[in-house]
């Protein structure tokens, strides 16, 4: 069974460019989830989707980012324009939805951005 | 507010050197305790999940325990490819929402 697949897994811009990092979760997973992980840090979630539907996105930066999951299944989380402060790598995970029991994450390998 | 917290930051072990490492939380309404190992250049894998105080699991040489504030993860007897970040997260309140720690690096070496 194929994993979380993200893309790319690195990317290099100067500050105020755009950048879009794509995701395609486990097949069957209903939950979406895009994290953030600063250097020595645990992952910070951003956005959660409940299938197509954004049910929590407290800690998403409105002003400069934006995600979507467009027919439930595939997810793109954009920045613009980028600042410095980006710099990290972007988690995207997924699991089976809330009445699956327990709430077990499977995690993509991430895409490093860089910020320059 | 939530929080969780896991020492030590950093952890150098011979192999076969038996240790533990630390998860304190403070939630309220824990719905359930995640442990995740991490290499580098990759995401977090799935360990275990606890939901009560008491309650062990066991993988290999990882045995995770729970109680009312923390959870302990003991490694018996690392190898070398025990090296990793292990992280610790923990579910309140709204279902989906998992708050991690920073993690513990652990090295061994042979």
């Known amino acids: 069974e194929a994993g979380v697949v993200q893309s790319p897994r690195y990317k290099i811009i100067e500050k105020k460019q755009p950048v879009a990092f794509w995701c395609n979760p486990i097949?069957?997973?209903?939950?979406l989830y895009w994290y953030l992980q600063n250097l020595g840090q645990g992952p910070e979630l951003l956005i959660r989707y409940e299938n197509e539907e954004a049910v929590d996105d407290s800690q998403l930066p409105k002003d400069r980012f934006s995600a979507e999951r467009l027919k439930g299944v595939d997810s793109t989380l954009k920045i613009q324009p980028a600042e410095l402060g980006d710099s990290a790598v972007y988690l995207c995970a997924s699991s089976l939805g809330q009445f699956s029991g327990a709430n077990v994450l499977t995690f993509g390998a991430g895409s490093r951005l860089t910020v320059l | 507010e939530d929080q969780v917290t896991q020492s030590p930051e950093a952890l150098r072990l011979q192999e076969g050197e038996s240790s533990s490492l630390n998860c304190s939380y403070t939630?309220?309404?824990?719905?359930?305790l995640f442990w995740y190992r991490q290499d580098p250049g990759k995401g977090p894998e799935f360990l275990f999940t606890?939901?009560?105080a008491g309650e062990e699991k066991e993988k290999e040489r990882l045995k995770a325990t729970l109680t009312k504030k923390e959870s302990f993860l003991h490694i018996t007897a690392p190898k070398p490819e025990d090296s990793a970040t292990y992280l610790c997260a923990v579910q309140a309140g709204s279902w989906g929402k998992l708050q991690f720690g920073a993690g513990t690096q652990v090295v061994v070496t042979p």
């Open positions: 097949s069957g997973h209903n939950t």
């Open positions: 939630v309220s309404g824990l719905r359930g």
């Open positions: 606890l939901y009560s």
